[in-house]
């Protein structure tokens, strides 16, 4: 059979996100193409995508992805032989053995889409983006690992961090509140926008058009974070653009590998930022008295960064740094941990 080269890396690409992560047996490690649609689970995480081929193949996504990308041909030759693809793209070729075992059964998957709610647009995906950085993997609960998502609103936290987006309009859903891990999040973003979401008994399914992704809910309640937000009538004027120049100088701290650093800002008639021997200063900073501590403070240069990206009033409180948009429709909140002399 053939198949065209771009659409099939293409799909590889859409499916890499349920093929990471964790210890899986071979079967998980494969896709699988039916005929009709070709699968990837991992445990966490499921997609399903319509791709049509004139086989059944079961096949380790590796080797499978690493002869599409490395091809150059516009089509590939699949040839079935003694269980096993004979792959054949222009000059390159390859064999692929099958693997042994029988795919889990996810049909029912797409029978049950069609009962759903919507999550589209600006209710879902502007507020996941903001809350994403706010959560954490390396927490002892694990429902804080996961985002929280209510009729009115969706947030993260990972106790030491807080970040909540306020929908524009409350969702007609007919759940009150939801868990969802982020690795579904963080799939769900990159697979483009949500036509139709249904929840089960314990998961949740997002259904794309072209594609269906699913994994488990996080069971189990959320704390309620609500009294963690302070009630603030005075803001700071903040130098967020020189606070961020600042941060640019003294290291790189995008993606999620930047989660758990720390930098150190001193407060003062100056704001000064340091991290690991690099030092930035802002001298042109109004003293705003008690507006805002004096002295040094530790904390993540990544969140301290989304909050200046997203926040356009500051405030300071005893132990945490407090910021809200404009409309108030998104604040978030980051602990201040205070160097001691």
């Known amino acids: 059979m053939k198949l065209n080269r771009e659409d099939l890396a293409n799909v590889l690409s859409t499916l890499k996100p349920a093929l990471i992560g964790g210890d899986r047996p071979p079967i998980l490690e494969s896709i699988y193409f039916d005929k009709k649609y070709v699968y990837a689970y991992n445990y966490s995480i499921g997609i399903i995508l319509p791709f049509e081929t004139e086989s059944e193949l079961l096949v380790p996504f590796d080797q499978f992805e690493i002869f599409v990308r490395n091809s150059t041909a516009e089509e590939i030759n699949i040839e079935i032989e003694n269980d096993q693809a004979l792959l054949e793209c222009g000059k390159s070729k390859a064999v692929v053995p099958f693997v042994d075992g029988d795919y889990p ?131 700071i004027e903040f130098p967020r653009d020189e606070l961020k120049k600042a941060l640019v100088k003294v290291g790189d701290f995008t993606g999620e590998v930047c989660f758990e650093s720390t930098c150190e800002i001193e407060l003062g008639d100056t704001i000064i930022i340091r991290h690991e021997g690099t030092t930035a200063r802002i001298t042109e900073f109004l003293d705003f008295g008690k507006l805002y501590p004096k002295g040094k403070f530790v904390l993540n240069p990544y969140h301290f960064s989304v909050m200046l990206d997203n926040c356009d009033l500051f405030s300071f409180q005893e132990t945490s740094l407090f910021g809200r948009s404009q409309d108030s429709s998104f604040k978030c909140l980051l602990a201040l941990n205070k160097v001691k002399k």
């Open 105 to 235: 059964d996810f049909l029912k998957i797409i029978d049950e889409i069609e009962d759903g709610f919507s999550l589209t647009g600006d209710t879902f995906s502007v507020g996941a983006k903001l809350c994403l950085p706010f959560l954490s993997s390396k927490v002892a609960r694990v429902e804080l690992t996961g985002i929280h998502i209510t009729k009115k609103f969706i947030e993260a936290t990972d106790g030491m961090r807080i970040a909540r987006y306020i929908f524009p309009d409350e969702l007609e859903v007919d759940f009150d509140s939801i868990v969802l891990p982020q690795e579904i999040l963080k799939a769900s973003l990159k697979m483009g926008e949500i036509e139709r979401s249904f929840i089960g008994e314990n998961y949740i399914i997002f259904d794309f058009g072209n594609a269906l992704l699913f994994g488990n809910l996080i069971e189990g309640g959320y704390p309620d974070v609500s009294n963690f937000f302070p009630n603030v009538k005075k803001f």
